[in-house]
């Protein structure tokens, strides 16, 4: 199978080239949970590509098969890789789910063998549901207001027309199991 590759221009403006921690230390050596999209992607990316820092990411993302195209993260993460393995900086990704007791221990090894102190961890998680590994309890996180209903305004794509929505406030349960997730 055939995919099409893309080039990438890292010299944009959008990471500055001395990116600092709040307390002035230079981003070296970066862990980022969920690494493969949204902020934890640009998170790895700005430390590597910009600031030359090392950077760890761990995420869970869906390679292709015979009969799929891989998740959009799982590109991501392998173009960037690519990218940094040909300019000789170190990017390193562990593709797992990050709440399992083996992907922590995995995390803790590579960080050990390769990385030494970390100065900066990104936490940067977008998962809907969260098993216990110790117990074998799965969590669901919902995204809810917390004491009040709110309303606001939605299209019927159907019919074209705006109307008021509602989203109830979340239920204790809810609020609990989505802090369990995160």
Same mark, same amino acid.
């Given at each position: 199978r055939r995919h099409t590759r893309f080039k990438c221009d890292w010299s944009s403006d959008v990471c500055s080239s001395d990116l600092t921690t709040s307390t002035g230390g230079k981003l070296d050596n970066v862990l980022v949970i969920g690494s493969s999209q949204g902020y934890g992607l640009a998170?790895? @990316?700005?430390?590597n590509f910009s600031s030359g820092g090392k950077a760890l990411g761990v995420c869970l993302e869906r390679p292709s098969t015979e009969e799929r195209t891989g998740s959009a993260?799982?590109?991501n993460v392998i173009e960037a890789t690519r990218i940094a393995q040909s300019e000789y900086r170190t990017l390193r990704t562990i593709n797992g789910d990050c709440f399992s007791d083996e992907v922590k221990q995995a995390t803790v090894e590579e960080l050990k063998r390769n990385f030494g102190k970390l100065n900066f961890v990104a936490y940067s998680i977008a998962a809907p +549901?969260? +098993?216990d590994p110790r117990t074998g309890i799965t969590y669901e996180s919902v995204l809810k207001p917390? /004491?009040?209903t709110y309303t606001g305004k939605t299209i019927? @794509?159907? /019919?074209? =027309? =705006?109307q008021d929505a509602s989203i109830e406030p979340a239920t204790e349960d809810e609020i609990r199991d989505t802090v369990k997730v995160m």
């Open positions: 998170t790895t @990316l700005c430390t993260g799982w590109y +549901r969260r +098993r917390i /004491n009040q019927d @794509l159907r /019919n074209g =027309v =705006v």
